[in-house]
């Protein structure tokens, strides 16, 4: 089983709406990431989130997109106006420490009609 | 050039073969390396995570990295059915926060009984 607990495990959607994804860990960690993974593509890197605000974040990752922790547990995803090209596979992923490497939940398939 | 290449597939075997799963590389700043299988619908599970030339074996499973070819291949010995998955090539330049990984497009593996 994964460390990581994403919800919802589908969720589909009408371009246009906004979309809230969720990742649980299920110990305290600091390090946390989004991927994402069109089907028949590659895993594309989107965020970095370490401390509480992002460290890094990819060309994918525009205006649309924004991450937070609110709670200092959940770890979300929220795409603000859904477009087609949006859907995917989304995987949160975490690392325990600096120099280990990264482990990922079972993702979020995201559809947008 | 891309900047991780994964020989194309799918790939079939019989039960008891040894398997051999190869990624090439343009980038030079790779450091670390790592080998993920990804079960249809599900999240990337890490196999084999390494940081330098030369072989790691676990179980089954043995990475190689060859940093001067700028190759790295992963064997699986006596396949079984349930090694019938999509095997991800996965490097990055570093550690820490803002180590964002590149995968490999993926290889899909067919272990037949």
């Known amino acids: 089983e994964p460390e990581v607990t994403q919800t919802p495990s589908h969720q589909v959607t009408q371009m246009g709406q906004e979309v809230i994804l969720r990742c649980v860990p299920i110990?305290?960690?600091?390090?946390f990431y989004w991927y994402r993974q069109i089907l028949g593509q590659k895993v594309e890197f989107l965020v970095s989130?370490?401390?509480?605000?992002?460290?890094?974040k990819s060309e994918i990752f525009d205006d649309q997109f924004s991450v937070e922790r609110p709670d200092g547990s959940n770890f979300t995803l929220k795409i603000r106006s859904t477009k087609l090209e949006d859907s995917a596979m989304y995987f949160c992923a975490r690392r325990t420490g600096e120099n280990s490497p990264l482990h990922f939940g079972n993702g979020t398939r995201l559809t947008v009609t | 050039q891309k900047e991780v290449e994964q020989d194309p597939g799918p790939l079939s075997v019989p039960e008891g073969a040894i398997v051999s799963l190869n990624c090439t590389y343009s980038n030079s700043a790779f450091q670390y390396f790592m080998w993920y299988r990804q079960y249809s619908r599900k999240g990337p599970e890490l196999l084999m995570y390494t940081y330098s030339s030369g072989n790691k074996e676990d179980g089954r499973f043995t990475a190689q990295v060859d940093k001067s070819s700028k190759y790295i291949s992963l064997f699986i010995r006596d396949s079984q059915p349930s090694d019938s998955a999509t095997y991800l090539c996965a490097m990055s330049d570093g550690s820490g926060a803002n180590s964002k990984l590149t995968f490999g497009k993926g290889i899909t593996l067919s272990v037949r009984p």
């Open positions: 989130f370490y401390n509480n605000e992002i460290s890094e």
């Open positions: 110990s305290n960690h600091l390090y």
